[in-house]
């Protein structure tokens, strides 16, 4: 078994939200300096930064991870990941046309910014991905399995689009395979509230907006990995999400 650190909640310049400074190249510079094993990155309702932070982490020696952070018809956040890029690009599209159409204005929410791995603007979204889309709760995990992710509750002990601020639990259906935390104190706080939390991995992320959001080398996996590649710290990583 070998320790892996990870952030697997982050935002580039795509998100609304997120800092122009959070392009491919800088989000995988400071996962350098943060000493991470594995990132991901989960733009709000879309996936089209993912190809150039592939790039951007593999040259750098970080696993890469591409997901999303879904807001659901509920407005509740959760995150998905994909162990292949080509499947997180085919969800992308698909959450795009559920999508609501609102336009963006960058003096209100922000840029909305498509880049290379050259941190190079190649395009814009014109409509606020920050939104809810048309796709409920219930729906979600299915629909992400349908393209060979997994989804779990982001930030549970949020507040804001929170699962359980929200619902009021953590719901026994649909099945999550985990849930994540941003504050990890507050792991055993949230499994004695809600027992259905002790059977289930717990993720502890950042959900970056800013290069010094990042997490440093705090949370990890143990996983068994004797090939250490990209692709087969991936699978490791997602069967321990899995709870396989």
């Avoid at 995988?28 to 300096?33: E, P, T």
């Avoid at 509740?76 to 994909?82: G, S």
């Avoid at 060979?148 to 099945?175: K, M, Q, W």
Wanted: proline share 5%.
């Amino acid at each position: 078994m070998k320790k892996f650190y990870y952030d697997l909640h982050m935002h580039s310049c795509l998100s609304p939200c997120g800092d122009d400074d959070m392009t491919p190249n800088n989000i995988a510079g400071m996962g350098v300096i943060a000493k991470l094993d594995i990132m991901a990155l989960t733009d709000h309702n879309t996936c089209l930064n993912c190809p150039a932070f592939f790039k951007t982490a593999q040259a750098n020696g970080i696993v890469p991870v591409a997901g999303m952070e879904l807001t659901t018809a509920e407005d509740i956040h959760l995150v998905c990941l994909f162990e292949q890029l080509e499947d997180a690009l085919k969800f992308s599209e698909t959450v795009n046309l559920r999508r609501i159409p609102f336009k963006n204005r960058v003096d209100i929410f922000g840029q909305q910014m498509i880049m290379d791995e050259n941190d190079e603007v190649i395009g814009v979204d014109d409509y606020l991905l920050s939104n809810a889309t048309q796709i409920t709760v219930d729906e979600a995990p299915a629909l992400v399995n349908s393209c060979g992710g997994i989804c779990y509750p982001a930030h549970i002990d949020r507040e804001a689009n929170g699962i359980i601020a929200t619902l009021g639990v953590f719901p026994d259906s649909p099945l999550f395979p985990c849930a994540e935390l941003h504050d990890s104190d507050k792991k055993d706080e949230y499994i004695s509230k809600f027992p259905i939390l002790a059977d289930k991995p717990i993720v502890v992320s950042s959900d970056a907006h800013y290069l010094w959001d990042i997490n440093g080398r705090l949370n990890c996996f143990e996983l068994e990995v004797e090939d250490e590649s990209p692709e087969n710290i991936r699978k490791k990583l997602f069967e321990r999400l899995r709870n396989v």
